[in-house]
Nanobody, 126 residues
Framework: QVQLVESGGGLVQAGGSLRLSCVVS????????MGWFRQAPGKERAFVAG????????GYSDSVKGRFTISRDDAKNTVYLQMNSLDPEDTAVYYC???????????????????WGQGTQVTVSS
């Protein structure tokens, strides 16, 4: 059974930075492509960033491109999301997700990911 646990969320002022972490247990991280999604109140869960199983391919939503960076450390079974230049529009619950597909693609669809964490709240004040 694969388990994902996010951490690193919190309250930050606009323009600030946060780094989210997602620790994977139960299976080796290198078996999975990973993604970060977010869900703001009243909105659907949306793709933020993804990285393929080898770390050779990354993808971002247009709204975070150039501000957020996804990375992985397979030795630590951890995926990170570095978030810079945060804006109040980035306020949401952020979820980590895992996809067992070993391709060079990064998938933006929620349906492509089989395992999900419980989420961590990020609040950006103006």
């Amino acid at each position: 059974q694969v388990q994902l646990v996010e951490s690193g969320g919190g309250l930050v002022q606009a323009g600030g930075s946060l780094r989210l972490s997602c620790v994977v247990s139960g299976r080796t991280l290198s078996m999975y492509a990973m993604g970060w999604f977010r869900q703001a109140p009243g909105k659907e869960r949306a793709f933020v960033a993804g990285i393929n199983w080898s770390g050779s391919v990354t993808g971002y939503s247009d709204s975070v491109k150039g501000r957020f960076t996804i990375s992985r450390d397979d030795a630590k079974n951890t995926v990170y999301l570095q978030m810079n230049s945060l804006d109040p529009e980035d306020t949401a619950v952020y979820y980590c997700a895992a996809d067992s597909g070993r391709t060079d693609a990064v998938y933006h669809s929620r349906q492509s990911y089989q395992y999900w964490g419980q989420g961590t709240q990020v609040t950006v004040s103006s």
